[in-house]
């Protein structure tokens, strides 16, 4: 096992987001490359605390193939003198980076490669769900992609776990509200007794898979600015969110089915598992996948 940093040396920045920065690492006695999510506390509210520890609870628990696998979480690895702490999360390196990054490069996905992208989110979720964890990010830049093509969920930095947590004590949201629901946004859609939040995480995976194949974030125009206002709108009451003429049925389908404004009547993770978008290429829908990791 992996005990301490100190026999690994960064080579490169991967990504940075809120509160932290991920370094692309190698362990030298072994030569394996992995990905170091360190999250520094420097003057940090309580809040990104809060945040880091319950990332550091979900990443201890979890262990499925659609899930960035942890391989070990340190405290302080990188504190010194300047008595800054930090906590770091030794990941499993994905090669390819994230679907964001992937959208940058190939705006528009085919319909093979974006049904894997799906199904992978499901099955991520399925277990997830099972685990009473809401991912509560869905996005393209928590997902990524390794060099064999496959599409696992990272990120765990607003994530829950339903079971025994009083929902005002939740970490609440920090980044982008743009792929959030309905009934996280307007809190008067949310019914606190009934919506487990689960749905949340469909209606996400709804907005990534319209982007995938439309090019751009689908709910408002290219030529509208995404702020919290226009956001709010498209999300809570716009009528309109028709994919293009050149969409088969079956990724219309599934669209709407996420895209659900009603979370009660919003398909389910079970139910899309097996929907015609996610069976109709599961076949090919790797070797595409694989494409797209090999030509980033
Ligand atoms: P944000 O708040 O923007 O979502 P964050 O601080 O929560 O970011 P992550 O989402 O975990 O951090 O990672 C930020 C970026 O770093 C990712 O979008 C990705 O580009 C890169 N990255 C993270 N983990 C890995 C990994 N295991 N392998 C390769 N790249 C990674
Ligand atoms: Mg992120």
């Not at 945040?51 to 405290?75: K, N, P, Q, T, Y």
């Not at 939040?197 to 974030?217: I, K, N, P, Q, T």
Request: aromatic share 10%.
């Amino acid at each position: 096992g992996i005990d301490n940093l100190a026999n690994f040396e960064k080579l490169a920045v991967l990504g940075h987001g809120n509160g932290g920065t991920v370094y692309k690492v190698c362990h030298r006695p072994t030569n394996v490359i992995y990905a170091l999510k360190v999250l520094r506390f420097m003057e940090e509210p309580e809040m990104v605390q809060q945040r880091a520890f319950s990332e550091v609870e979900i990443l201890r628990r979890v262990d499925s193939g659609f899930v960035v696998m942890c391989h070990g979480v340190f405290e302080n690895g990188f504190s010194g003198a300047d008595g800054i702490e930090d906590i770091c999360f030794l990941l499993e390196y994905m090669e390819g980076g994230s679907l964001h990054d992937l959208l940058r490069k190939h705006p528009m996905l085919s319909e093979n490669a974006i049904s894997g992208i799906a199904r992978s989110v499901l099955e991520g979720l399925h277990y997830l769900h099972s685990m009473q964890i809401v991912h509560s990010d869905i996005k393209p830049s928590n997902l990524l992609i390794n060099r064999k093509g496959e599409v696992k969920i990272a990120d765990f930095g607003v994530s829950r776990c339903i079971a025994g947590v009083d929902k005002e004590q939740c970490p609440s949201y920090m980044g982008t509200c743009a792929y959030m629901s309905p009934e996280r946004i307007d809190p008067d859609r949310w019914d606190g007794v009934h919506s487990d939040g689960f749905a949340g995480d469909v209606w996400s995976l709804g907005v990534v898979v319209m982007e995938c194949f439309v090019g751009h974030f689908p709910l408002i125009k290219p030529e509208e600015k995404p702020d919290w206002i226009n956001l709010m709108c498209a999300i809570c009451f716009e009528e309109k969110r028709e994919m293009p003429e050149t969409a088969s049925a079956e990724i219309q389908s599934f669209v709407m089915r996420c895209l659900q404004r009603d979370w009660k009547i919003r398909g389910t993770v079970e139910e899309l598992l097996v929907h015609p978008f996610v069976t109709k290429f599961e076949e090919s829908a790797a070797e595409h996948l694989f494409y797209y990791a090999s030509v980033m």
